[in-house]
T-cell receptor, first 115, second 113 residues
Framework: KAGVTQTPRYLIKTRGQQVTLSCSPI?????VSWYQQTPGQGLQFLFE???????NKGNFPGRFSGRQFSNSRSEMNVSTLELGDSALYLC??????????????FGPGTRLTVL | SQELEQSPQSLIVQEGKNLTINCTSS?????LYWYKQKYGEGLIFLMM?????EEKSHEKITAKLDEKKQQSSLHITASQPSHAGIYLC?????????????FGSGTQLTVLP
């Protein structure tokens, strides 16, 4: 089975721009979660989608949004980029809801740099 | 995350030595997950522990869950340079009616040849 894939792998944007990141989960997985990883804050939960519905959201401003399509692929969008949004964005997929004893598998991440 | 404390923060060992990494939760957890990460890359799933007393092994890595203490340990036997990386523990915590995985700050492991 192919693993979780994320595109693009690297992205450079300037402040004020917006960005869209894409994630394709493992075939058959219906849950997709997004995380932000920075040296200062570590790995932080952004949101989780399951069957096209947002099931849970972390403590991030409304500039961070996402969606999930009927094929379980997911996108996350960050609008009005700030320097502090520079981070590694990781997507993870699982068969069932995260946190309910389902193994969660991560993609390689998208490295976003905001200048 | 303050909900999950990992120790030590970093560890340098000589190849062939055994080592242990600990992960302690301040809240009731629903499952404990161990991952390994190479710098700047995605997380590699190692194992998931569901109930107290559970112990799992994968090659030379063994993890245990002590539910009463809300604590898990990851033990590597006869470490090799390939074990080097960042080890992260994650746990399922309640978030309203939902649950989410929260992660510790990681343990940076260096294995000297």
């Amino acid at each position: 089975k192919a693993g979780v894939t994320q595109t693009p792998r690297y992205l450079i944007k300037t402040r004020g721009q917006q960005v869209t990141l894409s994630c394709s989960p493992i075939s058959g997985h219906r849950s997709v979660s997004w995380y932000q990883q920075t040296p200062g804050q570590g790995l932080q939960f952004l949101f989780e989608y399951f069957s096209e519905t947002q099931r849970n959201k972390g403590n991030f401003p409304g500039r961070f949004s996402g969606r999930q399509f009927s094929n379980s692929r997911s996108e996350m969008n960050v609008s009005t980029l700030e320097l502090g949004d520079s981070a590694l964005y990781l997507c993870a997929s699982s068969w069932g809801l995260a946190g309910f004893y389902n193994e969660q598998f991560f993609g390689p991440g998208t490295r976003l740099t905001v200048l | 995350s303050q909900e999950l404390e990992q120790s030590p923060q970093s560890l340098i060992v000589q190849e062939g030595k055994n080592l242990t990494i600990n992960c302690t939760s301040s809240k009731t957890l629903y499952g404990l997950y161990w991952y390994k990460q190479k710098y700047g890359e995605g997380l590699i799933f190692l194992m998931m522990l569901q109930k107290g007393g559970e112990e799992k092994s994968h090659e030379k890595i063994t993890a245990k869950l002590d539910e009463k203490k809300q604590q898990s340990s990851l033990h590597i036997t006869a470490s090799q340079p390939s074990h080097a990386g960042i080890y992260l523990c994650g746990a399922g915590f309640s978030s309203g009616s939902a649950r989410q995985l929260t992660f510790g700050s990681g343990t940076q492991l260096t294995v000297l040849p």
